[in-house]
């Protein structure tokens, strides 16, 4: 057990639909990092919250957004959902800012499917 | 631009012998981190191992250790003993700061098998 939660676990919704993944980081991370895992793109980093304020940003699409709450929280909101949206959203945490000093600890995922 | 690449879809080893799992990278950084990731068929990842691009001896965790040359811009993973538990989908990336911020790149896997 990595220490992140993610809820919930599956997630099953129809094209056009909003959604939002939850993620709660390892007790004292204050960095919060999405990613993405679909079968033909492989593993993608979306974004990166530090302390409330993004810090880096991926591959994201403009249908999607994320925030970090002060309790250190994170959403990923979906919205305008397509089949190809289907995937394994990861949440990671780590320690530090400094994204290269830090391991990231990963929750074990939102399996997202879009019908 | 930063890239990662594992040419090794696929990898068999046998039972208590060891194994290599390639990986090389491109980056324009002067300072990065690369990783190492274990995905079981449960699907979790797992942290296995870091090497800062700074560090110069390899890094080791238990049976773990990256074989880094960095002149080759290579981080290769050493397995020792494999174990029929290291049968996953193992994942290498690096992390860095470029403009922008920082983001981190996953290569496309290495699935090992270890046979029994």
């Known amino acids: 057990d990595s220490g992140v939660t993610q809820t919930p676990k599956h997630l099953i919704t129809a094209t056009g639909q909003r959604v939002t993944l939850r993620c709660s980081p390892r007790?004292?991370?204050?960095?919060v990092y999405w990613y993405q895992q679909s079968l033909d793109q492989g593993l993608q980093f979306l974004i990166q919250y530090y302390n409330g304020e993004e810090r880096a940003k991926g591959n994201i699409l403009e249908r999607f957004s994320a925030q970090q709450f002060p309790d250190l929280h994170s959403e990923l909101n979906l919205s305008s959902l397509e089949l190809g949206d289907s995937a394994l959203y990861f949440c990671?945490?780590?320690?530090?800012?400094?994204?290269?000093?830090?391991?990231?600890?990963f929750g074990p995922g939102t399996r997202l499917t879009v019908t | 631009a930063q890239k990662i690449t594992q040419t090794q879809p696929g990898m068999f080893v046998q039972e208590k012998e060891a194994v290599t799992l390639d990986c090389t990278y491109d980056t324009s950084d002067p300072s990065y981190g690369l990783f190492w990731y274990k995905q079981p068929s449960s699907g979790e990842m797992i942290f296995l191992i870091y090497?800062?691009?700074?560090?110069?001896q390899n890094a080791t965790e238990g049976r773990y250790s990256l074989n880094f040359q960095k002149a080759r811009k290579s981080a290769n993973l050493v397995i020792s003993a494999s174990q029929l538990g290291d049968s996953a989908m193992y994942f290498c990336a690096m992390r860095g700061a470029n403009t922008g911020g920082f983001k981190t790149i996953f290569g496309a896997g290495t699935r090992l098998f270890v046979k029994a």
């Open positions: 090497q800062g691009s700074y560090d110069q």
């Open positions: 990671a945490s780590s320690a530090g800012r400094v994204a290269g000093a830090h391991e990231q600890y």
């Open positions: 007790s004292g991370d204050l960095s």
